[in-house]
């Protein structure tokens, strides 16, 4: 069983960055994880992600703007956001991929307006 927390989250201005920290009970180097966003009245969408072979995706709409990393001796995994757009605004969850099985945390608000 892993336990996610995600935060920091907020309002932030377009053009703006933030950084959000996911926090694990527990975080393998061999785990996947990576960050998913879900706008009102759409489908939850892949943002990044690490593969467990190490490799990094992004979605095309963050590329060049977003950067996940993790600490695993922190046991978190980070989502960078620059030039933030009102496109952006969302709801992120973070998850980690395990043994089979996907752990999902409650998400943080991100809201880019002017």
């Known amino acids: 069983q892993v336990t996610l927390v995600e935060s920091g989250g907020g309002l932030v201005q377009p053009g703006g960055s933030l950084r959000l920290s996911c926090t694990a009970s527990?975080?393998?180097?061999?785990?996947?994880a990576g960050w998913y966003r879900q706008a009102p009245g759409k489908e939850r969408e892949m943002v990044a992600q690490?593969?467990?072979?190490?490799?990094?995706n992004y979605a095309d709409s963050v590329k060049g703007r977003f950067t996940i990393s993790r600490d695993n001796s922190k046991n978190t995994v980070y989502l960078q956001m620059n030039s933030l757009k009102p496109e952006d605004t969302a709801v992120y969850y973070c998850?980690?991929?395990?043994?089979?099985?996907?752990?999902w945390g409650q998400g943080t608000q991100v809201t880019v307006s002017s």
């Open positions: 998850n980690v991929f395990r043994y089979f099985k996907v752990y």
């Open positions: 690490i593969t467990t072979g190490g490799n990094i």
């Open positions: 527990s975080l393998f180097s061999t785990d996947a």
